[in-house]
């Protein structure tokens, strides 16, 4: 009998399972994992510009702090919902959260710079804010997808490794 998937892993069946019935040359570039990230990312996203319009309406807050406020709102629920449903990780939480917080302030960076940026030349603050987000997503992806949440191989133990001196095959 096959084990029960946890709800998050279904979650994420239902959100990817398209991806398996695309044409084979395009599965090779779109992955489950980028599909469920862009998937995720654009929830998150709205939540962000959500969160952000409704600071800058009904608060005195300056734009950058606005922006500020959202961001890492948005971004806590992203490391939670990729963490569990997209990249399925069952390694420490901890280490993957300060990586995460590496690229979350490079991101931070980014985001504030080019929103605020845009938005002093005369965009309005959500257009800013959408071209910003294109900036850090494919780096966002590459660094959850290779660093935050990679699944690290276990080391071997100097026990479990065969002899290949001489000098040990001698002594068995």
């Keep these: 009998m096959a084990a029960q998937k946890r709800w998050p892993e ?48 009904w608060t ?15 971004f806590a629920l992203n490391f939670v919902l990729n963490r ?16 995460y917080g590496v690229v979350i302030l490079g991101d931070y960076l980014i985001t504030v710079g080019v929103s605020t940026g845009l938005a002093a030349v005369g965009l309005p603050f959500p257009i800013a804010r959408t071209i910003a987000s294109m900036f850090v997503a494919a780096f966002t992806y590459s660094a959850s997808r290779w660093w935050v949440f990679r699944e690290r191989a276990p080391e071997a133990s100097p026990a479990a490794e065969p002899p290949t001196q001489p000098d040990e095959l001698a002594r068995l």
Excluded: C, K
């Design 10 to 57: 279904r979650v994420g069946d239902v959100l990817t399972g398209w991806v398996d019935r695309l044409p084979p040359r395009l599965r090779r570039i779109v992955s489950r994992e980028m599909a469920g990230f862009a998937i995720l990312g654009a929830f998150t996203f709205g939540v962000d510009l959500t969160l952000l319009t409704t600071l800058r309406f």
């Design 60 to 74: 005195p807050l300056p734009l950058a702090a606005a922006v500020s406020i959202a961001y890492v709102a948005a």
């Design 84 to 99: 569990t449903v997209n990249f399925r990780s069952h390694a420490p939480a901890g280490p993957q959260a300060f990586r």
